[in-house]
């Protein structure tokens, strides 16, 4: 019976400290951000869409290999100073954002950028074509004509350790 | 509970009532179900509320991971281990790192060291808050879960500053860590962090939930897990110290750093009802994250300068022939990865001893005789993840 | 002749007051819902909607009724129809008759029956075969469940819902509503919640049993979502479905109303003389009861299943009894009786 009296107090008595923790959290500003409108501010370091910048890339084609998913196409044609790239795509469907192929880069062609909403209504418009095929050959060291929308100039990290990307 | 809602079945044997033709229902739980975390289904045979037989049926996320290991090398590999336990996926990295370093047998510099070890412990501080809002959710209480994440995405940024990725942080290599600690107050950030968890939030939730007299009588005793089925089915982490069991690998099998740290292990001790009851291994989590932000701060406040990598970043790893089992802790439990090299490029094999799909067996135990709503309660209070069960 | 244009008289009012009643409805499903997801909202540290409708995202709800009024409307083809049509119609039903004994103000009243109290507690009380049929046509083992536990719970808690008015009701000697209010003029005093401890007590147990009477907060049993998916509604889409939640917000509503009609003094002002406005008076007490069900709802894990009739039969039930006798013997002792 004491038992049966005591299960009804703590039952009352737990329920009412955690409705006055439910009801302070009524007048505190909220924690989350109205998105499209307010963004967080990404951290330096962030990986987003990957970017590649073909003017700087030689068609090395070690992120190629690198990429764990293979989600990257390069096609070149020729051989030795005539060698052009004729392709460099990256499928974002198979992306998974590791930054392999940008620690590998002897170049420094390809970097994570800070872009990362991309809703796209088809699935092949997630494959970025970083050439432009109506421009036909074009040598390994021309403009690029594709820009990320919201790209984020990465700025020169000192305590980043990617070093291997500027040597 | 359950036994008294067996008895009533007893009013068919009277005589004058006529024999009522009844069979046991067969249901399926999952794999699209609200309660199963993922995309686990549940077999259940059921008499009205009571659970008859329950089978776990698995492969419903199956990636083939331990195979495409074989195909892609050691740092390429690192990426899908992050993809296993994806709310801890630091402390999978950990383990994976362990293990080839050991078949290397490199020597990983004493920076990078506690550097693995305050994010792998943040990584399980935020596996740990997910454990107790989902938990709390499969109880119906849906605030602490906005609560508990509201934390995690705290420590997803931190992890994100220092990683650059927000789940899935590929961050750890053979021989240290990818980048160094940013240079922008990421240590203090971690502490007050820390402390404002310690202080304020883990105060919150227990008033909100640990306490609450109608979480008690939905946890306390029910999908109790003895220390003899423990060991048998070969649980690991906050289910095997739920059941009273004080082992941990990182003070009973020491590897990077962990035997340099003053911390506890926190057991299951029956408070509110049986031990190895679901509201012990709930408090086990609780107490964890606790003693993860001792760990933490002990690891951060003793940080060596010096560096942070064994190996340059685009340099291979260079692996002998040979074979190596590591065994770590991770969120979920004790995380195994045995690796067999033949000196190539890829592993030649690579088998993973996932703590959840160990834990998850026991179900088909302890989920016998009680109600589905106990059912739920087992399973969320396993704490279990699919990516990991499944690989 | 005469006879005649009062009968035309009186179905023509009652045709009027039957579509305010609807309307009524409808409107509290539109507002509960934004307001459900704004005090969610708040509660867990977050906004709720905020785009739809500019001001904190008043027109959500009804762009949520638009979508799903063109939402396809799927019968399961091993589902029982007739049932299945039937069952939100009976549920939608069970709560809109129940409004018609609701006294908002002196004299407006759809229909002032002498045994009102009673005639709401009978009406209401087809919710559950409604939520029963809609279980059973299902066809499906999880709303078959929901279904169980819902007509289990909703029979059971129909007890202490009605047992706690009965202090009331010896209090005012009527079970007409428009009785029972005017029983409570002159300020806040004279409420029933505080006429007397025994009464004060009742309120509480009215007010528990009312949550789980609405299958909500931490007695929603029938929807159970981690564990019966939807419950009794799981097969249901579209419009059929909008009936459900349409029915599940009036009723929410019409709990808190009846609460306020007999424990918080109907249309009285807390303070005597303040009387201006007493439709909306019942109104604001009504909305903040509700407010008070959703903080509980968001707070609270949920019960389980026999852990819930254990509360009804052996704690609830007992108590409001207590009321009952200790309300008498308070009456006796304080000379009420004359």
């Not at chain 1, 990257?72 to 998974?96: F, L, P, S, V």
């Not at chain 2, 990983?108 to 938990?135: D, G, K, N, Q």
């Not at chain 2, 227990?206 to 109790?224: H, M, W």
């Not at chain 3, 904190?56 to 949520?64: E, L, S």
Request: proline share 4%; glycine share 8%; aromatic share 12%.
């Amino acid at each position: 019976m004491v038992q049966y009296f005591q299960d009804i107090y703590s039952a009352v008595s737990s329920a009412l400290v955690g409705m006055t923790i439910t009801i302070k959290h009524i007048w505190k500003k909220p924690v989350t951000l109205q998105f499209p409108d307010e963004r967080q501010v990404m951290p330096q370091r962030f990986r987003g869409f990957v970017h590649n910048d073909t003017t700087k890339c030689d068609a090395c084609n070690i992120c190629a290999k690198l990429c764990p998913v293979d989600c990257i196409y390069i096609e070149t044609e020729g051989k030795g100073k005539d060698r052009y790239m004729t392709r460099y795509a990256i499928d974002y469907n198979k992306c998974i954002w590791c930054s392999l192929c940008t620690e590998n880069c002897h170049t420094g062609s390809i970097t994570m950028s800070h872009d990362y909403d991309h809703a796209v209504y088809d699935r092949r418009s997630l494959v970025y074509e970083f050439m432009d095929p109506t421009e036909g050959k074009v040598p390994c060291h021309r403009a690029t004509r594709i820009e990320l929308g919201w790209w984020v100039e990465p700025k020169e990290d000192k305590s980043d350790g990617d070093k291997g990307a500027e040597s | 509970m359950a036994m008294d809602t067996k008895k009533t079945n007893g009013w068919a044997d009277q005589d004058d009532v006529p024999e009522i033709k009844s069979e046991l229902l067969e249901l399926n739980m999952g794999p699209q179900h609200p309660a199963t975390h993922g995309v686990l289904r549940l077999l259940l045979k059921t008499d009205g509320e009571i659970v008859y037989q329950v089978t776990p049926v698995l492969g419903y996320l199956h990636r083939c991971a331990e195979k495409i290991a074989e195909g892609v090398n050691y740092k390429q590999w690192v990426v899908y281990t992050d993809r296993f336990d994806y709310l801890a996926p630091m402390c999978c990295n950990h383990a994976y790192v362990t293990a080839v370093e050991k078949l290397m047998q490199q020597e990983v510099p004493e920076r990078a060291e506690h550097i693995r070890v305050a994010v792998a412990e943040l990584s399980r501080i935020a596996s740990h808050l997910i454990a107790l809002a989902t938990f709390g959710l499969d109880m119906g209480a849906w605030t602490p879960l906005l609560y508990c994440f509201r934390e995690r995405e705290e420590i997803l940024n931190l992890l994100e500053r220092i990683s650059g990725g927000r789940m899935l942080y590929n961050y750890m290599v053979p021989g240290g860590v990818r980048y160094d600690i940013p240079e922008d107050g990421w240590v203090k950030d971690v502490l007050s962090f820390i402390t404002m968890l310690e202080t304020k939030k883990i105060k919150d939730y227990n008033q909100l939930l640990t306490y609450n007299k109608i979480f008690i009588e939905r946890t306390a005793d029910v999908g109790v897990i003895s220390k003899e089925d423990a060991f048998s089915y070969a649980c690991t982490g906050p289910v095997l110290r739920g059941s009273g069991v004080k082992f941990d690998c990182r003070r009973n099998d020491p590897y990077s750093v962990y035997s340099k740290f003053d911390f506890e292990i926190p057991v299951g001790l029956g408070e509110m009802g049986t031990v190895g009851d679901c509201w012990d291994r709930y408090m086990v989590r609780v107490r964890e994250i606790e003693q993860s932000c001792r760990i933490i701060r002990q690891a951060l406040d003793t940080l060596p300068e010096g560096p942070y990598q064994a190996i340059e970043l685009h340099k291979p790893v260079k692996v002998p022939a040979g074979a190596a089992y590591t065994r770590t802790e991770s969120a979920k439990g004790e995380i195994g990865h045995y690796i067999i090299s033949d000196g190539g490029q890829t592993a030649f094999r690579n088998k993973v001893r996932s703590p959840s799909f160990c834990n998850l067996q026991v179900v088909e135990k302890v989920g016998v005789g009680q109600m589905v709503s106990d059912l739920v309660a087992l399973v969320g209070s396993l704490d279990i993840v699919l990516g990991e069960i499944d690989r | 002749m005469g006879g005649m244009s009062d009968q035309g008289l009186h179905v023509t009012g009652a045709a009027l007051m039957a579509t305010l009643m609807f309307t009524v409805m409808a409107l509290c499903a539109i507002v509960f819902t934004w307001m459900e997801r704004k005090v969610a909202g708040f509660i867990q540290s977050r906004y709720g909607p905020m785009y739809t409708g500019r001001w904190q995202g008043w027109a959500q709800a009804v762009a949520d009724m638009l979508k799903i009024l063109g939402k396809e409307d799927i019968i399961p083809a091993q589902a029982d129809k007739g049932l299945f049509v039937f069952a939100p119609i009976l549920v939608l039903l069970g709560s809109l008759l129940a409004w018609a004994a609701i006294p908002w103000s002196p004299g407006f009243i759809a229909a002032d029956l002498d045994l009102g109290l009673f005639y709401i507690f009978a009406v209401s009380s087809m919710v559950v075969i409604g939520i029963l049929m809609a279980g059973w046509a299902s066809n499906n083992k999880w709303a078959l469940y929901g279904a169980a536990r819902g007509a289990a719970q909703m029979v059971s808690y129909e007890i202490p819902l009605a047992l706690a008015t009965i202090p009331v009701i010896l209090n005012v000697g009527s079970l007409n509503t428009q009785d029972i209010v005017i029983a409570q003029q002159g300020g806040m005093f004279n409420w029933f919640v505080f006429h007397d401890p025994f009464l004060f007590i009742a309120f509480w147990m009215y007010f528990i049993a009312s949550i789980a009477e609405t299958n909500r907060g931490p007695f929603d049993m029938p929807e159970t979502e981690s564990e019966l998916v939807a419950g009794y509604h799981t097969e249901y889409t579209g419009m059929r479905f909008a009936f459900f939640f349409l029915a599940e917000y009036a009723n929410l509503f019409l709990v808190a109303i009846i609460a306020s009609v007999v424990f918080l003094g109907g249309w009285w002002a807390p303070i005597p003389g303040l009387d201006f406005a007493p439709a909306l008076t019942l109104v604001i007490k009504g909305v903040l009861l509700v407010f008070l069900n959703m903080w509980v709802r968001w707070t609270l894990p949920r019960v389980r299943v026999d852990q819930l009739m254990h509360l009804c039969w052996k704690v609830m039930i007992p108590v409001t009894l207590l009321c009952i006798v200790g309300s008498g013997l308070w009456m006796i002792l304080s000379g009420e009786l004359g």
